[in-house]
């Protein structure tokens, strides 16, 4: 069985929600970074993006959600101050809102990198420029896969 963050340990095949909030914080500008890190031989389902609240940027808030290989494989571009994700808005693998990383595949629906025979880290980086005096911005990400075990190999006849 493999172990998570937070030493959660899950049977083989049980569904696994971990999520990351982005708070913005007043009269900075900078980068926020959250992590989820899926164990090896698991499958990712969906990684969802939610906003809470919009951001209040006088410049920009930009998410990108990624992992090592392609730092914006799933969602690239995202403006968090009403543009492209408004207050009680979600994106989802079905519904990527014209911001699909390279994973993603919108002209045939095909999903790359879903499962993996090694661990790995999927990031979100909210990278905003200017805030002055403001503060409100809450987006959360939430990455959804499955813990997996061998089944077993199939038999040719």
């Given at each position: 069985?493999?172990?998570?963050?937070?030493?959660?340990?899950?049977?083989?095949?049980?569904?696994?929600?971990?999520?990351?909030?982005?708070?913005?914080?007043?009269?900075?500008?900078?980068?926020?970074?959250?992590?989820?890190?899926?164990?090896?031989?698991?499958?990712?389902?969906?990684?969802?993006?939610?906003?809470?609240?919009?951001?209040?940027?006088?410049?920009?808030?930009?998410?990108?959600?990624?992992?090592?290989?392609?730092?914006?494989?799933?969602?690239?571009?995202?403006?968090?101050?009403?543009?492209?994700?408004?207050?009680?808005?979600?994106?989802?693998?079905?519904?990527?809102?014209?911001?699909?990383?390279?994973?993603?595949?919108?002209?045939?629906?095909l999903r790359n990198t879903m499962w993996?025979?090694?661990?790995?880290?999927?990031?979100?980086?909210?990278?905003?420029?200017?805030t002055t005096g403001l503060t409100a911005?809450?987006?959360?990400?939430?990455?959804?896969?499955?813990?997996?075990?061998?089944?077993?190999?199939?038999?040719?006849?």
């Amino acid at each position: 069985m493999p172990v998570i963050s937070g030493g959660i340990i899950a049977a083989a095949g049980e569904l696994i929600c971990e999520r990351v909030t982005f708070t913005q914080v007043a009269n900075t500008g900078g980068t926020y970074t959250g992590s989820v890190t899926v164990p090896a031989n698991s499958w990712i389902i969906d990684i969802k993006v939610y906003c809470e609240v919009e951001w209040n940027s006088a410049t920009s808030a930009i998410l990108k959600v990624g992992d090592v290989g392609v730092t914006d494989g799933w969602y690239t571009g995202v403006r968090l101050q009403t543009t492209d994700l408004v207050a009680g808005e979600c994106l989802s693998f079905d519904s990527a809102g014209g911001v699909p990383g390279a994973y993603l595949v919108a002209a045939t629906g095909l999903r790359n990198t879903m499962w993996s025979a090694a661990a790995r880290v999927i990031t979100g980086v909210v990278t905003e420029t200017t805030t002055t005096g403001l503060t409100a911005g809450r987006t959360h990400m939430l990455v959804i896969y499955t813990s997996t075990s061998n089944a077993g190999a199939a038999v040719f006849a």
